[in-house]
């Protein structure tokens, strides 16, 4: 079979494919059907911070699929019972009442609706460049046009207001705020940091007027900005977490993470059909083990900051800024960013786009110095080839 042309004829397009198979994994590399090797700094859309393939998360998952692998959440379960205690161990204090989906966006809509259910208010407010997800309450808080306008009319409700601005923000929050959504890093909004000034101030307001603080770890979760979530750079305390993404080393799960307060949701109003799936549970508490048990976060802060250095170093006209925390990199470019991709693609390296002009780098946190050096190697030499 040609699976590029049968793939391109029988899927829907919307999402364009590049031109190449991919058919195996291990580590932080990938090979393709004809056994073509390229380090993966795509990284599953940053869902494979435990790198592909990892022994003991096959382990868990094989072992677990011979046990069981469906319980619905009307009965109790042993691996799901010990991923809860686990997720409320290793997230901010207070964070003890959690819902368990299947994605990113399920974990953002969950969110969105506990939060009105617990202040019993509308109003969402949401920041410029902000990425929530692709569902409507998710997307309404998501910013892009190009993901808003096909679909509207979207939720009423939601306001954008610049991100990383506190004015902006202070002038936004009022007794009506159900809640405030933010991300520790915009990732898809072209990976940048927020101060941690301008969240501490963000959660004071949030408080001091009565409404919630849901943060958005769905990509920096999990060891990925160099600790196991973002909000422990600033010692946050949002009422609501969402993560998904690296949560179950690469398979499908999030989680909607919850103050008491927060989680005053009236039973039986919200729920899913495979959230809590004892196999992805099993795959998750393996993935929590081993990003603690090979200091993953420790090495994603360390390491993540050699490989920044490292692109730093590169003297080119065509780089505008670098920015980043741990193994979130993001390089914006005076170019558009898509040939850029191509010609690394052609010497062997997998990386993303953060919007049309920034080169988007999230690696699995087991990628090693040496991979790190044959990266950086391709880019400057295509920094140097290509004309943006
Ligand atoms: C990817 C992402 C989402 C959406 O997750 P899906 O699993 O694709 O639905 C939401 N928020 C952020 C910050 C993301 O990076």
């Known amino acids: ?44 859309h940053g869902t494979a911070n435990v790198g592909h393939c990892h022994p003991a998360i096959i382990d868990a998952i094989t072992k677990q699929a011979q046990q069981l692998t469906i319980c619905p959440e009307v009965f109790h379960n042993n691996v799901r ?15 003890n009442q959690i819902f368990l989906c299947n994605s ?17 208010r509308q109003e969402i407010i949401a920041t410029m460049r902000g990425f929530h997800g692709r569902t409507f309450g998710a997307l309404s808080a998501t910013w892009n046009p ?17 991100y990383n601005d506190i004015e902006a923000m202070e002038g936004a929050i009022s007794e009506q705020t ?31 007027r009565g409404a919630l603080l849901i943060i958005d770890e769905v990509q920096t979760g999990f060891g990925r900005t160099g600790k ?18 690296a949560m179950a080393g690469g398979l499908p799960m999030g989680a909607t993470l919850c103050t008491t307060a927060a989680a005053a ?47 730093e170093s590169i003297r080119t006209p065509g780089v505008r800024e670098i920015r980043g925390m741990g193994f979130l990199i993001g390089v914006e470019l005076k170019g558009k960013v898509t040939p850029f991709l191509r010609g690394l693609m052609a010497r062997g390296v997998m990386a993303l786009p953060a919007g049309n002009t920034v080169l988007r ?13 044959i990266v950086v190697g391709h880019v400057e030499a295509i920094l140097n080839e290509v004309k943006g």
Not at 14 to 42: L, M, N, Q, S, T
């Open 1 to 44: 079979m040609n699976y590029m042309e049968v793939e391109d004829q029988y899927s829907m397009g919307i999402i364009p494919k590049r031109e190449v198979v991919i058919v195996r994994g291990h580590g932080a590399r990938v090979w393709d059907d004809d056994g073509r090797e390229y380090i993966d700094c795509v990284g599953g």
């Open 265 to 311: 949701v009236p039973v039986m109003s919200h729920g899913s059909t495979f959230g809590g799936n004892p196999v992805l549970c099993a795959a998750s508490l393996a993935t929590i083990r081993v990003i603690q048990e090979e200091m993953l976060a420790e090495r994603a802060m360390e390491m993540g900051a050699y490989f920044r250095e490292r692109l």
């Open 178 to 208: 159900a809640a405030v959504i933010l991300e520790i890093v915009q990732g898809e909004g072209g990976v940048r940091p927020g101060n941690g000034d301008y969240f501490q101030q963000v959660q004071n307001s949030c408080r001091e």
């Open 146 to 162: 190009k993901y808003r306008k096909p679909f509207e009319p979207l939720l009423s409700g939601f306001s954008h207001v610049k």
């Open 228 to 245: 196991m979530f973002a909000c422990d750079h600033y010692d946050l305390q949002p009422d609501i977490l969402c993560v998904a993404k």
């Open 81 to 95: 019972a010990e991923l809860l205690k686990i997720l409320a161990d290793i997230s901010p204090e207070g964070l």
């Open 104 to 120: 990113g966006t399920e974990s953002i809509e969950a969110a969105l609706k506990f939060a009105r259910a617990a202040t019993g």
């Open 361 to 373: 780098f999230l690696p699995p946190l087991v990628i090693s110095k040496e991979e790190i050096d």
